[in-house]
């Protein structure tokens, strides 16, 4: 049995290594995990009550159901207003370059504390979340388990949401096959699809294993995009002109699932997004023939989903058993 495991993961690695020159790569399933710091933050993740309104989780915005987004061209936040920029989707998130559209925090750590603190989100502060969960046993006992003493912190917090947010990649997905080597894993115009993709010079801003979310740049190359939308990307974070409009390149892994597309959610399909970008990025506009093939390979990239139950939270307060006496 351990031999035909050897051979299996020798044949895998030599596929990946043929397909190594795609400028898409396999997502490889999680690894190098804190086991029970990922269950804590999972509680934690849908936990509402780090919010000052007890309505609203990470999972509010960032839906595990719905793709790690919500579906909105922006989110909803504290006393239901209406957010300035789309929710990108948590899922695969780990391997973005840095995270939210402009890049203002470097990793997932950071980022986990952003949306409690933030008077938009979940209009919180660090200090106040911490007491709540100071004072709710359940919480304190397994930050103890987890950490090995009673100190629960804001950084102990987000820690354990960023390494629950490292577990949610999606492998797997047809694409992900075709690549490992099961030729008949898309259909011809699937393939066809791809192969304008890269053509076309889609594959200079969405590469790698998420597809995107490696680098920033320009919204607007060819064409100037018109939005509303007040965000000003990398220039917000910089304070350099020459950043306004350059946002993080989205990743394009199970985007049928994270519609509406771009920082303000103001493409609201796949065939929408296609043109929009390729007329304003490549300046190439697609025949309804060729939109649809890339739209057809797109759907290739959904993976298989993070699969896990709903954590049941701890309760406000403690209903363990007071211990009997022996009788």
């Not at 049995?1 to 898409?24: D, N, Q, V, Y």
């Not at 780990?94 to 949306?115: C, H, I, T």
């Not at 998420?210 to 919204?219: L, T």
């Not at 959904?302 to 007071?322: C, H, K, N, R």
Request: proline share 7%; net charge neutral; hydrophobic share 35%.
């Amino acid at each position: 049995m351990k031999k035909r495991i050897f051979l299996s993961a020798c044949m895998a690695g030599l596929l990946s290594t043929a397909f190594s020159a795609e400028p898409i790569q396999v997502i490889q399933p999680v690894q190098n995990i804190n086991l029970a710091q990922v269950e804590l933050g999972k509680k934690l993740y849908f936990d509402p009550r780090l919010s000052k309104s007890g309505f609203i989780s990470c999972n509010s915005c960032h839906n595990l159901s719905m793709g790690g987004t919500d579906n909105l061209p922006t989110s909803i936040g504290h006393g239901w207003a209406q957010g300035p920029i789309n929710a990108p989707t948590v899922l695969n998130s780990s391997m973005n370059v840095a995270q939210f559209w402009d890049g203002r925090a470097r990793d997932l750590k950071e980022q986990a504390g952003g949306p409690i603190a933030n008077p938009g989100e979940m209009a919180s502060n660090h200090s106040l979340a911490v007491d709540v969960l100071k004072s709710i046993p359940g919480y304190v006992r397994e930050f103890k388990l987890v950490y090995g003493d009673d100190s629960i912190s804001i950084d102990r917090v987000t820690q354990a949401i960023a390494e629950f947010e490292k577990s949610l990649v999606t492998p797997n997905s047809r694409f992900d096959q075709w690549l490992l080597g099961k030729q008949d894993a898309l259909t011809e115009k699937e393939l066809a699809g791809y192969r304008l993709f890269k053509e076309s010079g889609c594959t200079g801003c969405h590469n790698g294993p998420a597809v995107g979310g490696n680098s920033f740049q320009k919204m607007g190359v060819i064409e100037p995009y018109h939005t509303r939308n007040s965000a000003k990307g990398r220039a917000a974070v910089t304070g350099k002109d020459a950043d306004r409009f350059m946002f993080k390149v989205p990743t394009l892994r199970n985007v049928e699932l994270t519609y509406p597309y771009f920082h303000d959610g103001a493409a609201k399909t796949l065939t929408e997004a296609v043109d929009i970008m390729g007329r304003l990025q490549l300046g190439r506009k697609f025949t309804p023939e060729e939109n649809a093939r890339i739209v057809a390979f797109l759907k290739t990239l959904t993976g298989q989903q993070p699969q896990f139950v709903i954590p049941i939270l701890p309760p406000s307060v403690d209903t363990t058993p007071e211990p009997r006496p022996f009788e």
